[in-house]
């Protein structure tokens, strides 16, 4: 059985509101909002993305990208595998790139058993419109589903990953980090 709260909403009446599925927010007044889950989700660059297909070993993947080198762009991100040939693992990020100066790096900030990836690389050129690219490189042996959820995300546009060469693609500039 749900319980139900009485909370306070916009125009300062009382309703009743399913609690279960609802979760606190602050709107733009600074009124504390009781909202559906996937409303704050995705209204502040976060996201997930569960591999539709599962990820070789030993393979280079494309994750993300983004549309110019002249923004910031930075994230923060969760890497795990599901449980499929390899006991679930998962490993915490924090991303950063452009184009136009020395600035890429993937910092690895916390990880959970072994690793499920123990590659990253970003590549980047000198460009207003085309972007930064984030590949990583998977860890977990056999083939698995992975799961990846980002927050805090400036310009990257996640996608299923696509298996990359493991020579990076021409006419970028590559820096390349090992956990």
Known sequence: M????TTKEYNNTLEEKDSVHKVKAVDAA??????????VAF????GKITTVGRLAWGKWYR??????????????????????NRASLSQLFYISAEGFGNNQVITQLA??????????????????TEGP???ILV???SENYYAFAYSNNLGFVFQEPVEVSETPEEGYSVKEFTF
């Open 30 to 39: 600074g009124n504390d909002i009781l909202v559906a889950s996937s409303v």
């Open 139 to 141: 860890n977990a042996s």
């Open 111 to 128: 990880y959970g058993g072994d690793k499920c990836i123990s590659k990253a690389r970003i590549l980047y050129k000198r460009s207003t």
């Open 2 to 5: 749900l319980k139900k709260v």
């Open 133 to 135: 690219i984030i590949e």
């Open 43 to 46: 209204s502040g660059g976060c």
């Open 63 to 84: 994750i993300a990208s983004s549309k110019s080198g002249a923004y910031p762009n930075s994230l923060l991100l969760n890497v795990g595998n599901l449980y499929v």
